[in-house]
């Protein structure tokens, strides 16, 4: 446990175990799973432009917009 990032590494998973713990108590678990879905995505796609300089393609742009879109029709239909 001397390096840092054993400990970053369990902190971080305390506090995304602990969010989730709050949100399973406030959101249906269709909308967590979901929402988590997206938000993976799109961290993916930032680090991907950010960190590697990859290319966003129209069909990347696309599937951004359908995967947002979704987010905002769970939100009013559930």
Same mark, same amino acid.
């Given at each position: ?31 967590? +799973?979901? !929402? $988590?879905? %997206?938000?993976?995505? @799109?961290? /993916? ?17 696309? +599937?951004? !917009? $359908?995967? %947002?879109?979704?987010? @905002?029709? /769970?939100?009013?239909?559930?």
């Amino acid at each position: 446990m001397s390096s840092v990032p054993v400990p970053a590494g369990a902190a971080l998973y305390a506090v995304s175990a602990a969010g989730w713990f709050m949100a399973m108590r406030l959101i249906s678990l269709s909308q967590i +799973g979901v !929402a $988590l879905s %997206v938000f993976t995505l @799109l961290a /993916l796609c930032a680090m991907g432009v950010l960190l590697f300089n990859e290319t966003v393609s129209a069909r990347d742009h696309l +599937g951004i !917009a $359908l995967a %947002v879109l979704a987010i @905002l029709l /769970l939100s009013r239909l559930v």
